[in-house]
């Protein structure tokens, strides 16, 4: 049965399991309609557009 020889140390095992939280920021790509940064193959949250046409209404500021 595999048993560890040596007691691994706090520091070690912390930063071990510190990598499980690492994650990369999103992507993000300008639309194509207002030029906003918005998520790839998602709906425009700032003027309601996916594919070249109007999907949502948004409320104008």
């Given at each position: 049965m595999a048993?560890?020889?040596k007691k691994m140390s706090?520091?070690?095992r912390?930063?071990?399991r510190a990598n499980h939280d690492?994650?990369?920021a999103p992507t993000l790509v300008p639309c194509a309609n207002c030029q906003e940064k918005a998520p790839p193959h998602r709906?425009?949250?700032s003027c309601g557009y996916?594919?070249?046409r109007?999907?949502?209404q948004v409320?104008?500021?």
């Open positions: 048993v560890p020889k706090p520091s070690r912390n930063m071990r690492k994650r990369p709906l425009c949250p996916y594919k070249g109007q999907v949502i409320a104008e500021e």
